[in-house]
């Protein structure tokens, strides 16, 4: 009896969604908690599963926008599988899914199974996340890599981003001659439209403002160098800078609470506790997963939880709770390269905080030219919820921390 695979929800308030991969083909047979397919909403992408073991039926095509609770596929699990894992042939889908182009397109074939070679999902998830199958020891038939395989893996580090508009993978470019005047149209997908809208909102709604100030990061630098071995060996996660400027942004916005304020309708709503967003960078765009809370966590949890959530992020697994509910937002563009911004604010929020890039540059110290190695920090902010006062105050809190990280830890 065919077993119906509908489109969840991925969120509260969402009704509809597009199918924006499928990760099996058409008439695939496919085992229980496999990955199938991906959707995406204006607000997140949810991977759906297979619920049992069976030879898969495409309904709703790649691409494709759909309401939730609509079935998507159907699971034929009366079928069992030949030697190579694949189902005997039957008769066509309702729908048969859109051909995947050769360059992609998997074969099935003994040569699919050969050692280390990962299957489509786990290929996919390898691609998201930085790795090669070579770094990776298959546990399936003949050492083929699988998709849990794949998740387990170790993560390069997913570095955070600068707060800006979702990417879109770029359509490939047609062969032209020099000269030639081409153009190419790419649909929006709804989380690049709903991106693109709350930053437009952003600019139109907040008197926002951007207040600069520089850190010397001498001191956070030989501090970090001095202890990151030990922190690793004792916690077994790396030291990174963004623990110093989360503990240092916690201890600021409880210094100055209006920075995690905001504004709904007459009224300042002030929170009593600090839900950190940290804007990174994933596969299919702009995401900011929020670290609860982060006023009671230590370092070691900063970076822990940090590294759970870009783990998530790079294979797109973050849920909707995950990335809403923010108070205060931190921005790292320095990680590519960038010397200096004016991050957009990420609404409700009243503020976000933008890192840089650290540059060996010659600074004026006790009368003397000196170099040394500087970051520009940025505080953009919501005039109507901060006042200037307030925001060069935090600003040079962060300031006086990360230059003498010694007080983040004596909370001084």
């Known amino acids: 009896m065919p077993l119906d695979i509908t489109i969840p929800s991925p969120g509260e308030s969402v009704t509809e969604v597009t199918i924006s991969a499928w990760l099996k083909r058409d008439g695939d047979f496919v085992r229980r908690n496999e990955e199938l397919f991906e959707i995406e909403s204006d607000k997140a992408t949810l991977g759906v599963s297979a619920e049992a073991d069976g030879k898969l039926r495409i309904v709703i095509p790649q691409g494709q926008t759909v309401r939730v609770g609509a079935v998507a596929a159907q699971l034929d699990t009366s079928v069992v599988p030949d030697s190579t894992g694949t189902a005997p042939p039957a008769p066509a889908p309702l729908i048969a899914a859109p051909p995947v182009p050769p360059a992609t397109k998997p074969s099935v074939t003994a040569e699919s199974y050969a050692e ?7 290929r996919k998830i390898l691609e998201e996340r930085g790795l090669s199958p070579a770094d990776v ?41 020099a000269g030639e005047r081409g153009e190419r149209r790419q649909p929006m997908s709804k989380l690049r439209q709903t991106v693109s809208a709350r930053l437009v909102a952003a600019k139109n709604t907040t008197a926002m403002l951007t207040t600069f100030n520089e850190i010397d990061m001498s001191r956070c630098l030989a501090v970090r160098k001095e202890y990151k071995d030990r922190f690793k060996e004792q916690y077994g996660i790396g030291l990174g800078f963004m623990s110093f400027f989360s503990r240092a942004a916690i201890a600021a916005l409880q210094q100055y609470p209006a920075v995690n304020a905001f504004i709904d309708g007459d009224e300042f709503v002030f929170h009593d506790y600090i839900d950190l967003g940290i ?21 070691e949890d900063i970076e822990r939880e940090i590294d759970r959530l870009a783990a998530r992020a790079r294979t797109n697994q973050l849920t909707v709770d995950e990335m809403t ?18 991050p957009i604010l990420n609404p409700p929020q009243s503020g976000i905080l933008g890192m840089h890039n650290i540059v060996d540059r010659p600074i004026a110290l006790n009368g003397e030219v000196v170099i040394r190695p500087m970051m520009y920090v940025a505080l953009s902010y919501d005039h109507r919820v901060i006042d200037g006062r307030e925001s060069v105050g935090f600003l040079k809190r962060i300031k006086e921390l990360i230059e003498d990280p010694i007080r983040l830890l004596l909370n001084i």
């Open 116 to 122: 280390g070679v990962p299957s489509p999902a786990a």
């Open 137 to 177: 020891n298959g546990s399936g038939r003949g050492g083929r890599v699988t998709k849990a395989d794949a998740l387990d893996a170790p993560s390069k580090p997913l570095t955070a981003a600068p707060l800006v508009a979702a990417a879109t993978p770029p359509v490939p470019r047609a062969q032209t001659r």
């Open 279 to 299: 804007a990174v960078q994933a596969p299919k765009g702009l995401v900011v997963p929020v670290v609860r809370n982060a006023e009671t966590l230590s370092f």
């Open 325 to 342: 509910g923010g108070t205060f937002t931190i921005s790292n563009g320095g990680v590519f390269g960038n010397l200096m911004s004016t």
